[in-house]
């Protein structure tokens, strides 16, 4: 069992949690994840380490159905089932030069210990986060605090610039700013924008994807993605991946492919979605 420090709501349908996880704390690095396990008949969902600290870690969940949901009602002291991990490859944060990082809605949250990295290896970080409205914009302050200049933008122009992330990494672009790296974690449209953007300009870019996973260790291939043609697994092959690679079209269309099953079970549940 994994005794919870914390669960506090931070935005609208956004959780933080501390987890005293003392064996995945001890390994874990920035762009990893846990499977987590509410009780012994829940389900497994995967959600990045967005914190380490000492014996815990810090994860942040975005309420979209019933195991989020579940995780809302989860008091301090109380536990969770599993924590399995780290899983996933870590980010190969060596030293590039100019890494912009760029996060967009409960990914900005995932965004912290990579850009931590990447400043950390003596990089140059550029952070650009996104979100529908100023409430929804998370860790603005911590990231601040570890990179060299931030941007913000919102849907609805009430924090930071009106418009997407996309548009100020335009700007950069074209104003001849010299990027080496571009790490994208947020939702997969937005990634994809971002890898079109990038991809004539020659500028590496990586993408954390959030494929539909069951085991998060290779077995089940539920996570599988296209990757310059060949078959991938999210889970145990990345979560980040060349966006310039990856077939957006198809892990858009296969992260759908339960929302039936999904809306039912919530449906159900007396869960709105
Ligand atoms: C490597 C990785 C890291 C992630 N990190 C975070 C994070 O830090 N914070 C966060 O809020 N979300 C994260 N996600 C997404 C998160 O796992 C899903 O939001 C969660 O599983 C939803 O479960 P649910 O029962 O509440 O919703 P459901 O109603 O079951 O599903 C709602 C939507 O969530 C996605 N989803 C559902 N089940 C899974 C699953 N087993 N694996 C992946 N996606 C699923 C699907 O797109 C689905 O349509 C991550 C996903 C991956 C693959
Ligand atoms: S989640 Fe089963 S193979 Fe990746």
Do not use: W
């Amino acid at each position: 069992m994994f005794k919870i420090l914390s669960n506090e709501k931070i935005a609208p349908a956004v959780f933080r949690m501390d987890l005293e996880a003392a064996l995945v704390a001890k390994k874990a690095a920035g762009g990893q994840f846990v499977m987590i396990r509410i009780d012994e008949k829940g389900e497994r969902i995967p959600l990045t380490i967005a914190d380490i600290n000492g014996k815990n870690i810090t994860i942040v969940y975005q309420v979209v159905g019933v195991t989020t949901h579940k995780l809302t009602e989860k008091k301090a002291g109380s536990a969770l089932e599993d924590v399995v991990g780290p899983l996933g490859h870590a980010t190969d944060a060596r030293k590039f030069g100019t890494v912009c990082c760029i996060g967009g809605g409960v990914g900005i949250a995932e965004l912290y210990p990579v850009v931590r990295a990447y400043k950390n290896a003596g990089n140059k970080v550029i952070v650009i986060i996104g979100a529908r409205n100023k409430e929804l914009v998370i860790f603005k302050d911590k990231l601040s605090k570890v990179c060299d200049e931030i941007f913000v933008t919102t849907d609805d122009g009430s924090d930071g610039e009106k418009g997407f992330v996309s548009n100020v990494l335009k700007r950069l672009m074209d104003s001849g700013a010299n990027i080496d790296l571009v790490y994208a974690v947020g939702p997969a449209v937005m990634m994809k924008v971002v890898a079109d953007m990038t991809r004539p300009a020659g500028i590496k870019t990586l993408a954390s994807l959030n494929t539909v996973l069951v085991d998060g260790t290779g077995m089940c291939g539920s996570c599988r993605i296209e990757v310059a043609g060949e078959t991938r697994f999210a889970c145990v092959d990345g979560p980040e991946f060349d966006a310039h690679e990856v077939n957006f079209e198809e892990m858009m269309a296969r992260q759908s492919l339960f929302k039936d099953k999904e809306a039912h079970a919530c449906k159900i549940r007396g869960i709105l979605q």
